[in-house]
Each structure stands twice: as structure tokens, then as C-alpha cells.
Nanobody, 133 residues
Framework: QVQLVESGGDPGQSGGSLRLSCAGS????????MSWFRQVPGQEREGVAP???????SYADSVKGRFTISQGNAKNTLYLQMNSLKPEDTAMYYC???????????????????????????WGKGTLVSVSS
């Protein structure tokens, strides 16, 4: 069973930076997405950035140019470097992983950014990011 544990959520200031980490275990997928999502109370979970097993990255429009997703050497550790933070980045951030069954980069990005494609057990418990103005 895959287990994902997020860390790094801290209070931040507008214009500042934070780095989130996600430590995965029990990870045996040869083809997969590992992704960051975020959720504000009362709103749907939003895809932020996935990286797939072909090391293809994509980003939500709201974070392009500010956030960078990367993996550790062991591939089961995920990072999200968050720069130029804005108050609207305030949310609970979740790490998630799921097997990937599509080949093209475009379909991979679409598939990996949809929260509905991840099962109930594919998520970490989240880490809170709070950005003050």
C-alpha cells in the first residue's frame, strides 16, 4: 500500500518562498503520476502540478512560473518549490500518486491534474500553507 507524508507547510509571507516535501513508501508503479493538489475549505481540490514517470511536468495556470515540481533521486520523494507566494496560495496541500495508463504528454497532464482520477488511498494527509499579505 502506498503511503505519502507531506511536510514543509509553514506560515509564509506574500512574495516569499516555501518548499514542500512528500515522502512516499510502498511505491511500485512503473508508470505513474506523482502530483501536488491543494484545497481551500468549501472548494474542490485543485491540481497544482504533476510529474509523471517520464519526468514530464505540468502546472496549473495559477502557479506557472512560480512553482516548480521535482523528484528526489529515489523517485519516491516529491518536492514543490513555491516562489513569489500570494495570499491566494493559502490552502491545504496534498501529495498524491496513481498509476498512469496514457502515453502522450498532453493526456498525461490532463489525467494527472484531475483529482477524480486518484483513489481514496492515493493521498497523503496534507500540509497547511498559509500566506499572509
Amino acid at each position: 500500500q502506498v503511503q505519502l507524508v507531506e511536510s514543509g507547510g509553514d506560515p509564509g509571507q506574500s512574495g516569499g518562498s516555501l518548499r514542500l516535501s512528500c515522502a512516499g513508501s510502498g511505491f511500485t508503479y512503473s508508470s505513474y503520476c506523482m502530483s501536488w493538489f491543494r484545497q481551500v475549505p468549501g472548494q474542490e481540490r485543485e491540481g497544482v502540478a504533476p510529474i509523471d514517470s517520464a519526468v514530464r511536468r505540468s502546472y496549473a495556470d495559477s502557479v506557472k512560473g512560480r512553482f516548480t515540481i521535482s523528484q528526489g533521486n529515489a523517485k519516491n520523494t516529491l518536492y514543490l518549490q513555491m516562489n513569489s507566494l500570494k495570499p491566494e496560495d493559502t490552502a491545504m496541500y496534498y501529495c498524491a500518486a496513481v498509476p498512469l495508463w496514457v502515453a502522450s504528454a498532453t493526456l498525461s497532464a490532463i489525467y494527472c491534474l484531475r483529482a477524480g482520477n486518484y483513489g481514496e488511498d492515493d493521498w497523503g494527509k496534507g500540509t497547511l500553507v498559509s500566506v499572509s499579505s
